[in-house]
């Protein structure tokens, strides 16, 4: 059992540390953009993305409505998603946690959930005071018009359809994602 676990637990790590030829995402909150990085190469960029209504920052609650700053990985994808297609961050990270911890947002027990999933390189759980279920997604049906005018999600990052599209070709889970 052990040897079996040890042999997820590695193939989880070599997904991760190889995801999408080491490309990842600096996505800048401030200038709605999403840069496709490798190194310190730009691949691509992808401009007018829509943040959380509620801005960009520190998340301290689920339905706060911010998109939260900090290091993360795509850690699902969502092909048959309502917004087209919703690529999943692993967050809460262990610095969320670490912070929300410190701040009383959650207890211990919640605090630890997390961090094991983080080291592990697994999804956190979901279902915390923090939140969940952030991600990069698409419009799906809804109106392209808002999207141009505002910070609509809650706390996701959206693209337009085509954009979400364009994105796929560069990520996949494990891929790393940077919000600033």
């Given at each position: 059992?052990?040897?079996?676990?040890?042999?997820?637990?590695?193939?989880?790590?070599?997904?991760y540390s190889s995801a999408a030829n080491d490309v990842w995402l600096l996505i800048d909150t401030h200038?709605?953009?999403?840069?496709?990085?490798?190194?310190?190469?730009?691949?691509?960029?992808?401009?007018?993305?829509?943040?959380?209504?509620?801005?960009?920052?520190?998340?301290?609650?689920?339905?706060?409505?911010?998109?939260?700053?900090?290091?993360?990985?795509?850690?699902?994808?969502?092909?048959?998603?309502?917004?087209?297609?919703?690529?999943?961050?692993?967050?809460?990270?262990?610095?969320?946690?670490?912070?929300?911890?410190?701040?009383?947002?959650?207890?211990?027990?919640?605090?630890?959930?997390?961090?094991?999933?983080?080291?592990?390189?697994?999804?956190?759980?979901?279902?915390?005071?923090?939140?969940?279920?952030?991600g990069i997604h698409g419009l799906g049906r809804g109106n392209i018009d808002v999207h141009k005018a505002?910070?609509?999600?809650?706390?996701?990052?959206?693209?337009?359809?085509?954009?979400?599209?364009?994105?796929?070709?560069?990520?996949?889970?494990?891929?790393?994602?940077?919000?600033?």
């Amino acid at each position: 059992m052990l040897r079996v676990c040890l042999l997820l637990a590695c193939s989880l790590f070599s997904a991760y540390s190889s995801a999408a030829n080491d490309v990842w995402l600096l996505i800048d909150t401030h200038a709605k953009k999403i840069e496709v990085k490798k190194g310190q190469q730009t691949l691509d960029v992808i401009n007018e993305i829509a943040i959380g209504r509620g801005g960009a920052g520190l998340k301290h609650r689920r339905g706060d409505n911010i998109t939260p700053f900090g290091e993360y990985r795509i850690g699902w994808v969502g092909e048959k998603s309502k917004f087209r297609k919703f690529f999943g961050l692993t967050y809460p990270s262990a610095n969320d946690a670490e912070n929300a911890l410190k701040e009383g947002l959650i207890d211990q027990e919640t605090y630890g959930r997390i961090v094991t999933a983080d080291h592990a390189h697994q999804i956190p759980p979901q279902n915390t005071p923090l939140g969940g279920q952030i991600g990069i997604h698409g419009l799906g049906r809804g109106n392209i018009d808002v999207h141009k005018a505002f910070d609509w999600t809650h706390g996701c990052i959206a693209l337009t359809n085509p954009q979400i599209d364009q994105l796929s070709q560069w990520v996949d889970t494990g891929t790393i994602v940077r919000i600033k």
